[in-house]
């Protein structure tokens, strides 16, 4: 046999590497992603400015941006943006974009566990605002939601928040990122914790409080992430949060 014969060794082969941007290519193609989600929000409401006849000017680019209606609109039109940014990235790899991502869907007991310990860390924080005095939801977006509510835009925003919005920021935050540099030097612990501080560092319109609390929610998405392997829970869990402080916020808060 060639493998008992020196003259003919046996054939080693080399395993394919993994198709997979590490550290430094996860970064870069992060910072374009989040530029071409920022790119498709402001569009949505330069189109809305052109389409109401108002100078193009910065000025009625910020009335018009504060308009319930057209921020709803604004963070429904960064999904499209980000998954073709994502797919972009991804596809110069020729990799599966369901496998880079972990679009899987998860069991209902990672679904259960997930939950159970997203409304126990909710908890948690509810408590602490209520002992320290603060307001369970930042002031300016129950005014934004109450006004949209008001306005005829509740269901247009609900949902942006609740849909369009976690499906972005979690297809960048656990998907792309995290399966970037979990490959790389980071491993899984270096992985949850830095793309929890870009998820959190999306959210800078709040204060150190509210960012703190969206910091600890983003290391329980990262572990769920890993530990179920599925983007589809992450997303799952991120709209249950938000669609409930929707809800309260619009129809049953005080």
Do not use: C
Request: glycine fraction near 8%; hydrophobic fraction near 55%; proline fraction near 5%.
């Amino acid at each position: 046999m060639d493998s008992l014969n020196p003259d003919h060794p046996p054939l080693t082969v080399t395993p394919a590497q993994p198709r997979v941007w590490m550290f430094w290519g996860t970064a870069l193609w992060g910072l374009f992603i989040f530029v071409a989600m920022f790119v498709g929000q402001i569009g949505a409401v330069v189109l809305l400015v052109a389409q109401r006849g108002l100078p193009m000017d910065f000025a009625s680019i910020q009335a018009v941006g504060h308009d319930p209606q057209a921020l709803a609109l604004s963070v429904i039109m960064g999904l499209p943006a980000t998954v073709l940014a994502v797919w972009l990235a991804i596809a110069i790899k020729k990799a599966s974009f369901v496998d880079y991502l972990a679009l899987h869907w998860p069991s209902w007991r990672q679904l259960l566990f997930g939950a159970v310990g997203l409304i126990l860390l909710v908890l948690v924080w509810e408590t602490m605002s209520r002992a320290l005095g603060r307001e369970a939801t930042p002031g300016f977006m129950t005014d934004l939601l109450k006004s949209g509510r008001d306005k005829g835009a509740a269901l247009l925003l609900l949902f942006a928040f609740s849909v369009a919005a976690p499906m972005s920021e979690e297809i960048l935050a656990r998907g792309f990122l995290f399966r970037g540099w979990s490959g790389s030097f980071l491993r899984m612990p270096g992985a949850i914790l830095l793309s929890s501080l870009v998820w959190t560092v999306v959210h800078l319109q709040y204060d150190m409080y509210f960012l703190a609390e969206v910091f600890t929610i983003g290391l329980w998405f990262g572990y769920m992430r890993y530990r179920a392997n599925s983007l589809w829970l992450t997303i799952v869990l991120h709209a249950l949060n938000n669609l409930t402080a929707v809800v309260l916020t619009m129809w049953l808060g005080s």
